[in-house]
């Protein structure tokens, strides 16, 4: 009897767990390899995405500012929700220059390195 209740319970544990498998590939959805931003009259910003996610830990690191949706950044500045150039100043350059002030390997953070007519 105790033996079928728990081929039962362990039944229920790995469908569930199926379940959620599937359901959380929207979760694990890693966004596109690369990707060009906008910089306005300075001209776009290329950003390899792909590069970016395995050279730095966390997703947060970034997405703590806006969600991970094309086109986020754009539609929370509009909206006033976020600064213009608050991305740039606070993750993009501020980062590379932490790294390459601690000698690591970084970005650019010269505005023609970035930005591209
Ligand atoms: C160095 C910064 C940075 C890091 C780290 C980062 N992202 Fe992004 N991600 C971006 C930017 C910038 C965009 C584009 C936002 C926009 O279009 O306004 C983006 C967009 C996305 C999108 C939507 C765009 C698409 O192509 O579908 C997804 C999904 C995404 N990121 C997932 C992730 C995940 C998952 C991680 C961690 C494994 C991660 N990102 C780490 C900067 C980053
Ligand atoms: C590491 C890459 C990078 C560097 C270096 C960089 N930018 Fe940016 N810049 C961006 C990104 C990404 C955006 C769009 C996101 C945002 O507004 O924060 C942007 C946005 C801007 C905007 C706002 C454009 C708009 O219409 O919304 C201006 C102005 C700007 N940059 C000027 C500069 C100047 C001037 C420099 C040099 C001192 C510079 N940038 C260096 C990546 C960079
Ligand atoms: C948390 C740290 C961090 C943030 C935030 C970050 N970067 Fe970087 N970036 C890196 C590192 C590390 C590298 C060097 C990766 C390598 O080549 O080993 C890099 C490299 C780059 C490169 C050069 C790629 C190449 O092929 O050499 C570009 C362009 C770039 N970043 C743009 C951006 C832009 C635009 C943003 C903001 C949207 C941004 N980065 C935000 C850490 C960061």
Do not use: W, Y
Not at 4 to 14: C, K, P, R, Y
Not at 21 to 35: I, L, P
Not at 78 to 87: F, H, I, R, S
Not at 94 to 106: E, Y
């Amino acid at each position: 009897m105790i033996g079928i209740l728990i081929f039962l319970l362990a039944a229920v544990i790995s469908v569930s767990g199926i379940a959620a498998a599937s359901s959380g590939q929207k979760a694990s959805d890693k966004g596109a390899e690369a990707m060009t931003l906008e910089g306005g009259t300075l001209g776009d910003v290329p950003f390899p995405h792909r590069l970016h996610q395995e050279n730095v830990n966390e997703c947060s690191s970034c997405h703590e500012l806006f969600p991970q949706e094309s086109g986020a950044i754009r539609a929370q500045q509009k909206v006033g929700e976020l600064k213009k150039q608050k991305v740039m100043n606070d993750q993009c350059i501020k980062c590379h220059l932490a790294r390459s002030s601690a000698g690591k390997s970084a970005g650019p953070t010269k505005c023609g390195k970035c930005h591209q007519r």
